[in-house]
């Protein structure tokens, strides 16, 4: 049984595997940019920018007006500046990288990739420990007290948040300002998904479909 609120029609132009891919992800992005309460003007960063969560992430900042620094590797650079954001490498030196971007400080983090990396220059950029939000860093996160989001031990489930968004991302991709990244793969190559998963480098969601 699905739940009434988990259900919203999909725009028409949609195609079903941007469907497939948008609502998990693009909720929990929603939630994370609602408790971080990231607004027009200002600077947020987002870490794993480019994966499933992180690239919802990174243009529902921008439909709000905010400016976005993007963790990612290389490769995801040039489409991360086609969203809007500014992106730079993480791993050694990353503190230095965004400090170089943002002189002015930045607002908020947003915590994709559930690293010691992402949560310590989190915390050494933003001086409100309530403007960080991880989806991932799982238990570190609560032990230094930023706000950890989803299903986590003791995280904000933030289903009412979660609820209301799903009208909000339909119509933003209705609108064309918001798009879905995804790559396909047929029932018959799910282990293969998974692997690919696993190796922790996805760009934007993996989608399961019948054979055509
Ligand atoms: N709490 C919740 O509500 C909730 C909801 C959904 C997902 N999650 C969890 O949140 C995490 C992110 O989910 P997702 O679906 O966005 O994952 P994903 O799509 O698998 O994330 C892959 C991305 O992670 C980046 N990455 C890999 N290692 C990194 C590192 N050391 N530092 C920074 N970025 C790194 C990769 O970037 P490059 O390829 O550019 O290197 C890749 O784009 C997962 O742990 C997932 O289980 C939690």
């Avoid at 497939?20 to 960063?45: K, S």
């Avoid at 905010?66 to 969203?83: D, Q």
Wanted: hydrophobic share 45%.
């Amino acid at each position: 049984m699905v739940p009434a609120s988990a259900v919203v029609p999909k725009p028409a132009a949609m195609s079903w595997e941007a469907a497939g891919g948008l609502l998990l992800a693009g909720a929990t992005a929603v939630h994370a940019l609602t408790a971080t309460d990231v607004g027009a003007g200002e600077t947020v960063l987002v870490h794993a920018a480019a994966g499933g969560v992180g690239l919802m992430a990174v243009q529902v900042a921008v439909v709000r007006g905010a400016r976005v620094i993007a963790t990612a590797s290389e490769v995801n650079h040039a489409y991360l500046r086609e969203l809007g954001a500014e992106p730079t490498t993480y791993c050694e030196g990353l503190a230095d990288r965004v400090r170089g971007l943002a002189p002015d400080g930045v607002d908020a983090a947003i915590d994709c990739a559930g690293s010691d990396e992402a949560v310590d220059v989190s915390l050494e950029l933003v001086a409100d420990r309530d403007r960080i939000a991880s989806i991932a860093a799982f238990p570190r996160g609560a032990e230094v007290g930023i706000k950890m989001l989803g299903g986590g031990p003791g995280a904000d489930p933030g289903t009412s948040v979660r609820d209301a968004a799903r009208l909000h991302l339909t119509a933003l991709v209705q609108q064309g300002r918001l798009e879905v990244r995804t790559r396909s793969f047929e029932l018959c190559e799910a282990a293969e998904a998974h692997r690919e998963g696993q190796a922790g480098h996805v760009s934007g969601k993996l989608v399961l479909v019948p054979r055509a």
